[in-house]
C-alpha cells in the first residue's frame, strides 16, 4: 500500500469513528449495544469505513488527494456539530434551508461549541493534511495500489455485509432514517444532489406558466359587491400540539381563545419540514406530492393568480425571505429598523402593521390582499423571538446549545414566542375590525413545526418521511368579520376535518370568492 492510500485508509477510520458518534448513538437506539450485538458493530463501522475509503480510493491522485481529505474534514466538522447538537439530519432540504440563512440567522448559531467542533474536528485535521509530505510513486505503481486498495474497500464491504446479512436487510428495511446521519459522505452526497438541482434552477426574469385560467371572482355571490380586505399570515415553526385553541393545556393562546368569531382547523398537515419547502409550496396548486422547487418559478401561484384578476397583493417580511412567492407582487422587507419600528433590537412581527392604512388608502378600488410572513417561533433562539413582557412561562433557555437546557425551560422559552404570535394574530384582526365596511377575513397558517427535544431530536427539517409529526402537524386560524359571508359557526366540520398545505391555495382563491374548476373550498370544506 503506497503513502497515498495509507493517509487514505487512516483517515476513513477517524470518519468513520470520531466523525460517526451521532450516527451510532442513533444506531444504539435500534439496536441497543451489548456484547451479543459487539459483532453488528463492527460490521457497521466496517462499512463506513469502507465506504469512504472506496469513495476517496477511486477518486484520488498526485493533485486530488489532500483537497479531498480537507473536504471530508471540514465538512464532516460542520455537520458533525449540527447534527450532535440538534439531531438534525443534513440533506438536500436542509442544505437548501442553510443557503438561504441570512446573516442574523447565521448569528444566532454561533457558539462556542460550534467553533470547537469546526476546529478540533475540521480545522486542526484539514491542517495535519495540508502539512504532511505524501510521497507519490511513479504512476504504474500508483495504479496497482489503486486497484489493490478498491478490491479491499469492496472486500471489507462485502465481509461487513455477508456476516451479518440479515442484520443489515432490516436495518435498511426498517431504519432507514439512521443511516441519514453518515457523516461526511453523507451531507457531500446531498450536497451534490443540491448543486445538481440548483444548476438546473430558472434564473432570471422567467415567465411563469399561467394557472387556473378560467378563474373568475364571482360577481354573483352574496355581498358580492363590497371590497375585501383580506390579511394572511404566515406562520414559523409553530406546531399544532402546543396551541390552545387545539385543546393544549397551557394558556398560549390567551387572546384568541377569548373570541367566538374564529376557527382552528386541528388537522393540518405541512408540506415539507423546512421554510424554503413549505412556503412555495402551499401557495403553489400543486399539492406535496406534485411540488418541486422549480414550480414556485416556472408556474403562477395564489399571488400571482390574485393579481390577474384585480387583487391589490401586498408581502411583508419579517423572515429571511417569501422563498420565490413573492417575486411577482409589490415585497416589503421588515427585518430591519429602518422600516420596521418595532425593534428592540429584535425587530417585532407586530412591526408589520404599521402603515398598512397608508396602503389601504393607496388603493382605493379593488379587493386587497396583505402577506404578513412572521419570525415567529424560529429557534433555536426561541428567546429572543418575544418581548420582556411576554415572559410567561419560566424559566426559560436562554441559549442556543438546546442540549444545555432542560426540556422545561426549552418549551416554556417555546410557548411564551407563541403567546407572542397569539398577541401578533389577535393584532391583525384589531386592525382589521377598524375597516366595517369591508369584507375582512384572517387567515394564518405555521409553515411547520418543531422538535423540542423529544428523542434528542430538536428544530426541524427532517426528511419528511421519517419527520415525527411535531414538525408536520401545523397550526391554522380563520377569522371572519362581520361582514364576510362566510362566519365561524358555518366551519365547525371543516375544523375537524383532515386537511394539509395542499388546500392553502384553493383557500386563498375561496376566501375572494374565485371560481375555477381547478379549486373546491380548500381548507373551509369539511
Not at 69 to 94: H, K, Q, R, S
Not at 149 to 158: H, K, N, P
Not at 371 to 376: I, K
Not at 477 to 484: N, P
Request: glycine content about 8%; some cysteine; overall charge negative.
Amino acid at each position: 500500500m503506497t503513502p497515498q492510500y495509507r493517509l487514505i485508509a487512516l483517515f476513513s477510520l477517524a470518519f468513520a469513528g470520531l466523525y460517526n458518534a451521532v450516527f451510532f448513538n442513533q444506531f444504539a437506539r435500534v439496536y441497543p449495544f451489548s456484547v451479543d450485538a459487539l459483532s453488528f458493530y463492527i460490521a457497521i463501522f466496517g462499512l463506513i469505513w469502507a465506504a469512504h475509503a472506496l469513495i476517496l480510493g477511486l477518486l484520488s491522485s498526485r493533485y486530488s488527494l489532500k483537497p479531498l481529505l480537507v473536504l471530508f474534514a471540514l465538512t464532516g466538522g460542520a455537520c458533525a456539530y449540527f447534527m450532535a447538537t440538534y439531531g438534525v439530519v443534513i440533506d438536500a432540504a436542509m442544505i437548501d434551508s442553510l443557503a438561504a440563512t441570512d446573516g442574523a440567522e447565521a448569528a444566532g448559531l454561533m457558539s462556542v461549541k460550534m467553533l470547537a467542533y469546526n476546529l478540533g474536528l475540521g480545522a486542526l485535521p484539514a491542517w495535519l493534511i495540508v502539512t504532511r509530505t505524501v510521497r507519490f510513486r511513479t504512476t504504474l505503481v500508483e495504479l496497482r495500489a489503486k486497484f489493490l486498495f478498491t478490491a479491499l474497500t469492496l472486500a471489507v464491504a462485502g465481509l461487513s455485509i455477508g456476516s451479518h446479512s440479515a442484520d443489515f436487510a432490516s436495518f435498511f428495511r426498517e431504519h432507514k432514517t439512521v443511516r441519514y446521519y453518515t457523516n461526511p459522505i453523507g451531507p457531500l452526497y446531498a450536497a451534490i444532489a443540491w448543486a445538481r438541482d440548483q444548476s438546473t434552477r430558472p434564473r432570471g426574469n422567467m415567465i411563469a406558466s399561467a394557472v387556473s385560467t378560467d378563474a373568475i371572482i364571482d360577481e354573483h355571490a352574496e355581498h358580492g359587491a363590497d371590497r375585501e380586505l383580506i390579511v394572511m399570515i404566515v406562520g414559523e415553526t409553530a406546531r399544532a400540539d402546543h396551541f390552545e385553541l387545539n385543546g393544549y393545556a397551557r394558556a398560549t393562546n390567551p387572546r384568541l381563545s377569548g373570541r367566538d368569531d374564529l376557527v382552528s382547523f386541528h388537522q393540518i398537515s405541512s408540506c415539507g419540514t423546512s421554510t424554503a419547502v413549505s412556503v412555495p409550496c402551499m401557495f403553489s396548486p400543486d399539492t406535496r406530492s406534485e411540488f418541486d422547487g422549480d414550480s414556485i418559478y416556472l408556474r403562477e401561484n395564489a399571488l400571482d393568480v390574485l393579481t390577474r384578476l384585480g387583487v391589490n397583493v401586498l408581502w411583508r417580511d419579517n423572515n429571511s425571505s417569501s422563498k420565490g412567492v413573492a417575486k411577482r407582487v409589490r415585497y416589503e422587507d421588515f427585518r430591519s429598523p429602518e422600516r420596521n419600528p418595532v425593534c428592540d433590537p429584535e425587530c417585532r412581527d407586530v412591526g408589520m402593521l404599521d402603515g398598512l392604512d397608508r396602503y389601504v388608502e393607496e388603493h382605493p378600488t379593488g379587493d386587497i390582499l396583505i402577506v404578513l410572513h412572521q419570525m415567529g417561533n424560529h429557534g433555536p433562539e426561541y428567546f429572543k423571538r418575544y418581548p420582556a413582557a411576554f415572559e410567561h412561562f419560566t424559566p426559560t433557555c436562554q441559549t442556543n446549545q438546546l442540549g444545555d437546557c432542560s426540556r422545561e425551560a426549552i418549551i416554556n422559552a417555546y410557548d411564551n414566542a407563541l403567546r407572542y404570535t397569539d398577541h401578533f394574530i389577535a393584532e391583525s384582526i384589531d386592525w382589521l375590525e377598524g375597516y366595517p365596511s369591508f369584507e375582512t377575513a384572517l387567515l394564518y397558517v405555521s409553515d411547520h413545526g418543531e422538535s423540542l427535544g423529544e428523542n434528542g431530536l430538536y428544530l426541524h427539517g427532517m426528511p419528511y418521511t421519517f419527520a415525527p409529526e411535531s414538525q408536520t402537524q401545523v397550526p391554522a386560524i380563520l377569522w371572519t368579520g362581520a361582514r364576510y359571508d362566510l362566519q365561524a359557526g358555518d366551519l365547525v366540520a371543516a375544523a375537524d376535518a383532515a386537511h394539509s398545505h395542499d388546500q392553502v391555495y384553493c383557500t386563498l382563491l375561496t376566501l375572494f370568492e374565485v371560481a375555477t374548476h381547478e379549486c373546491g373550498r380548500g381548507l373551509l370544506s369539511p
